[in-house]
């Protein structure tokens, strides 16, 4: 366990001294902010509140922004370090394998959840501070749109170290990391689309999407987001789409939970059978 | 683990990427307190050997014990906390200082980071340079420090890959004389090196590799034996004296004309002690005598061009 917070920590310390962590904290605040003032701007009184609209349009955001951060972040972890020489001489140190992986994936999560919190956290505390009055329930919605998306960069961190413990070559790691991005976050809603238009209903019923839908973290992410509260789906318009959707919150967070899971598991399987 | 048991233990170790061998089939063993050289050419399998002896690659023949152990099972973990490593070539993140790399790789191995000014102090790194960043840092100054971190936690065996690569030669100097002292206190050391000169007077035993393979193993004094090189005895004579030489000629072994008036005589080994007998009976006009033993560089030329020959 000590030795898991020692690495996580070296990770976090190096983020914080090559400005990683500054800079995705700065952007994600000022994108924050941007879309909260422009957000609240159009609201007026149809009875949604300017909570809602950051939540919506920030989640819209945090699909394509935070994917990208938390790969940039990642594809290097591994692959990287056996390319400088610094793994040998950790690995020649007395710790299990797993530990360096577990230990380095706790350190970027990490850099991700700062930079969530506080970049996002800005946006709530520049509402609480306006004079509109928030409901709670905008709040826990607001919370949950935050805790979801340090979820969703720990998912696409953990599919960054699958990419960098694959392969010899750091380039083809970052090539591994921008197909990623694009076929999860570009592409697979597209080709869903597709696919159900061209379908007609014959084989792809409502079920199988929903399910198709799980099989994708920022799908889940979106999900759990836009249907998780009936505020926030009365602005997105996607009120009726939690009806059919039939997921639980509890079931969108866990399918991203075990997209964490399953891609550092297995890297961590491939990590301790490579031979350094 | 009883004194008696050997540090390291290997028994026919192979190791194979793809359909290349890069460790085939060596046997060796380590005992406490030994310092051992390992020479070779680049790719000859000494960094390979190492690796396997730390568990980052796993064998693909034979048997291997470190401190008792088998490196690459779960039980070598824990024996990675005795050993110490320094790298061929060192990295750091240039972004730390010296201070705070030293004090993270204490923490992994569970030694107290109190005693870490005294290390870097013993290893020569000045208190204004260890508060600065490592991407600061000459190459001797990184080589320093690397050595600092296989030095943690006392280790009991000790691998040093080409140590001295980079080293001005007073720093090799006090490089050596650490070593030395952790031998004499029971530490096991295996130093990997092709700067073969520096390793006479410091290695117990020497271990010539080549392709992977064991070619010849034992004391300076050994392989001397083993190689049966030529002994050259050194003469300086005065100018225009050709009569010496032709006396000489009458010596027995080989006769070589070297710059500056020098004849060198060749000689075996076994005949030297004679050869300088018979020297000093005739009345030649010597005004200096070297006798030049084969160096280790000599044995090893020797030792592949046998190989290369079999």
Redo the contacts between chains.
Sequence with gaps: MN?LL??AA?ELR?GL??RWVVATTLLMASLALTLTFLGSAPTGTVGVGPLEVTVVSLSSLTIFLLPLIALLLSFDAVVGEID???M?????????RWQVLLGKFLGHTAIVAIATVLGYGAAGAALALGEVEIAAESWQAFAAMIGSSVLLGAAFTALGYLASTLVRDRGTAAGIAVAIWLGFVLLYDMGLLGLVVADEGRTLTAEVVNWLLLANPADAYRLFNLTGFDGVGRVAGTGGLAATAGFTAGTLLAALAAWVAAPLALAAVLFSRR?? | MTATTPTVDAAGVSKR?GDRYAVRGVDLTLGAGECVALVGHNGAGKSSLI?LM?G???LTEGTLRVLGHDPSGRAG?????R?G?L?E?????P?MTGRECLD??A????APPAGNPALLERVGLEPEAVRRRIGTYSKGMRQRLGLA?ALLGEPRLLFLDEPTTGLDPALRQSFYDIVRGLRDAGTTVLLCSHALTELEGQADRVIVMNRGRKVAEGSLATLRTLAQLPVRIRLTLPDGSTDAVEALAGLGGSLTRLAGGVVELACANDDKVGMVRRLACRDLPVQDIEIVQPSLDEMYAHFLRREAAE
């Design positions: 030795t020692i690495i070296k190096d001294r090559n400088r020489g610094t040998t001489l950790l690995l020649s140190y007395p710790l299990a031979q350094i | 990427y690796k730390l980052l690659t796993t973990t824990a024996m990675r906390r050993i490593f790298p070539t060192i990295a750091f993140n972004s993270f790789y923490r992994l191995k569970g971190q």
